[in-house]
């Protein structure tokens, strides 16, 4: 069955730290992967997609079939990216489906 | 623009009752999806319209329905109220008549049951 693994619930690191948000997809076919954020008292909005192959934010993720992983990186976190971070998997072209999600915290 | 709707933002039921949440989509998107956002499970999947019909379904039980207007706004039901139903309920909708992945999120409705 498809699924999406988010294994840390929560991530804490300094301001000016590397980061690295984990991703783990399960599917046969050709995925597209997503990236949603969740800033406190904001909605939920698309951060990246994996076909875009672009930095938002300074956050970028490279997809890796070999390992089904979709990681979402970062080499300076701010303070203003703490937030929840939702890895999402659209599979069989029409159903988007995430994981549990990994709260970010960044400390000053 | 204005971005998706929902009402209510919050309410409170208890046990064997009925809900019904409504969702306004992004003037000019066709497609409305529904999902429950809880703590320990993320967000699941519910279901997905576009141009009133139910186009995709996911593994919740048949408690809970869902529609859709011709104007586009979707409506979702619950009934027969569970402790378990306590979450948030997130509408989100899309302009494209396949999805692309992109979706645009309402704040959600908080239901509580007790």
């Known amino acids: 069955a498809q699924r999406v693994t988010q294994p840390e619930k929560l991530l804490s690191v300094f301001k000016g730290a590397p980061v690295e948000l984990k991703c783990n997809y399960s599917y046969s076919g050709s995925p597209e992967l997503f990236w949603y954020v969740q800033y406190s008292r904001q909605r939920l909005q698309l951060l990246l997609r994996?076909?875009s192959r672009e930095s938002i934010k300074g956050f970028t993720a490279d997809l890796n079939k070999g390992e089904t992983s979709f990681h979402l990186k970062k080499p300076f976190a701010q303070e203003e990216d703490s937030a929840m971070y939702y890895c999402a998997l659209l599979y069989n072209t029409d159903k988007l489906i995430f994981g549990t999600g990994t709260r970010l915290q960044v400390f000053p | 623009k204005a971005g998706v709707t929902q009402t209510p933002r919050y309410l409170i039921k208890t046990r064997g009752q009925q809900v019904t949440l409504s969702c306004s989509p992004i003037s000019g998107h066709r497609s409305v999806s529904w999902y429950q956002q809880t703590p320990g499970q993320g967000l699941q999947f519910l279901f997905e319209y576009f141009s009133e019909t139910q186009r995709n379904k996911g593994n919740f039980p048949g408690r809970f329905s869902g529609r859709q207007f011709s104007n586009s706004r979707s409506e979702m039901n619950v009934s027969t109220l569970e402790l378990g139903d306590s979450a948030l309920y997130l509408c989100?909708?899309?302009?494209?008549?396949?999805?692309?992945?992109?979706?645009?999120f309402g704040e959600g409705s908080r239901l509580t049951v007790l």
């Open positions: 989100a909708s899309s302009s494209t008549s396949a999805n692309t992945g992109e979706l645009f």
């Open positions: 994996h076909i």
